[in-house]
């Protein structure tokens, strides 16, 4: 999209990240490799694969990329084999594998009117009606609050789009697809350094009530091992394709301790010019805006579906992020405004609690922003056939925390050039 290489370049703004101010704390530093997909705002240049230091290939140790999570003897192998066998299945919950109909869930048979599984495709239920079960998180308890999240990435044509949401000084909540993970592992480093709270998005982006248990659990197990490997986190959440949950898919992310994030508005964004107008995805974007002054967010606030997923979704960012923050008291990411100070359950990362400034650690990323790490350790190679695998623990964080402070003249200039594009 020339667009977006048009604005970005013109702005030159490479060096001049800027700071969030809801920045977590313990944030460590990454430094991105220094090839050409992670600075160019030109889709071609971004998305050709790529090689890294700092991750080694093992194939026999991964899924088939875009594939269900139990291809390439997943489902056999001792690893996988050693945490199925460590779940006491007897426990989880009789509900029976859901079906499709052309591609479309059926619903034939389900009794919507009692909902007895809490089925969110169905009912939108959110409160498990089985006992200890992670209920899902639907809305920002905080008024006035929009919840900001992106699904699908890390895209591999993102530089603008995660420039922009820094020149806005926003982090957001990232549901990242493990498949895409290990084909864009510098996508997702750049996630995590710049403070986003990255969740998971499943291993192939399926409905998960269709998939047997042993293909929801590895769905989300090799999602949370690539992220780990990757980043060096594990997440705590995790939000399902299409929404498509049940208490039997809950269950059994609740064995990985994972909790659902879901939404309470959808943009539906990703149909744009594909069974939706843009025109549609504009208007549904212009009412969100509206409730943010309307009062219909008085006294809590929202989670808004949205995506990254290509260059037209993020282009929505870009055209209306200045609006929502302008009717809105906080855009934030989730981890901050439901207050999961803690939502990797390995890390020491902590997001804020809602509407606390970290300007210690602000102060102090500002003052180290100079001593970058480097990357190092093996390689990871990427195929051009696209099955980018990765094992083992990567090496390419090392802890501190980093910032630069903002350019004010040159992201004004930017914000401009953005909106002016946008209205034309």
């Not at 879901?262 to 969100?288: K, M, P, S």
Request: glycine letters at 6%; proline letters at 4%.
């Amino acid at each position: 999209m020339s667009a977006w290489k048009h604005v970005f370049t013109v702005a030159a703004f490479s060096a001049a990240t800027v700071a969030a101010s809801n920045m977590p704390a313990n944030l460590p530093v990454i430094t991105l490799p220094d090839i050409v997909q992670t600075t160019s705002y030109d889709v071609n240049t971004e998305c050709t694969y790529y090689t890294l230091p700092g991750l080694t290939i093992t194939p026999t140790e991964w899924p088939t990329i875009w594939a269900t999570a139990t291809t390439n003897g997943m489902n056999t192998s001792a690893e996988f084999t050693a945490l199925y066998n460590s779940i006491n299945w007897a426990n989880a919950p009789n509900i029976s594998v859901r079906t499709e109909v052309n591609g479309a869930l059926s619903f034939t048979g389900y009794d919507a009117s009692t909902d007895p599984d809490c089925w969110w495709s169905s009912s939108t239920c959110t409160t498990p009606k089985l006992a200890g079960v992670n209920a899902d998180i639907f809305q920002c308890n905080e008024p006035e609050t929009w919840g900001l999240t992106y699904d699908d990435g890390p895209n591999c044509s993102h530089n603008a789009f995660y420039d922009f949401l820094q020149q806005q000084s926003l982090t957001a909540s990232m549901f990242y697809i493990g498949s895409n993970v290990l084909d864009w592992p510098a996508g997702a480093m750049r996630g995590l350094r710049d403070g986003h709270h990255i969740s998971a998005h499943t291993w192939s982006h399926q409905l998960m009530t269709t998939l047997t248990n042993q293909e929801v659990l590895a769905e989300l197990y090799y999602t949370q091992k690539a992220l780990k490997t990757v980043i060096g986190v594990t997440p705590k959440y995790w939000r399902p394709p299409f929404g498509d949950i049940d208490d039997r898919v809950r269950w059994i992310a609740t064995q990985l301790n994972l909790t659902a994030i879901i939404w309470n508005l959808d943009t539906n964004d990703w149909a744009a010019g594909d069974g939706e107008t843009v025109a549609q995805v504009q208007a549904a974007y212009q009412d969100f805006i509206t409730m943010g002054t309307n009062g219909t967010f008085a006294t809590s606030g929202n989670i808004v579906l949205t995506h990254e997923i290509n260059n037209t979704t993020m282009s929505f960012a870009l055209e209306y992020i200045p609006q929502i923050k302008q009717a809105y008291k906080n855009v934030l990411d989730i981890a901050t405004c439901a207050n999961l100070s803690q939502p990797y359950s390995d890390s020491n990362i902590t997001y804020l609690a809602f509407g606390a400034s970290n300007t210690t650690a602000s102060a102090s990323a500002s003052a180290g922003a100079s001593g970058m790490s480097t990357v190092s350790g093996g390689s990871v190679a990427v195929s051009t056939a696209g099955a980018a695998v990765a094992s083992g623990s990567s090496n390419v964080i090392q802890n501190a925390a980093a910032m630069f402070e903002p350019k004010t003249a040159l992201m004004t200039a930017v914000a401009l050039m953005v909106i002016g594009l946008f209205s034309q």
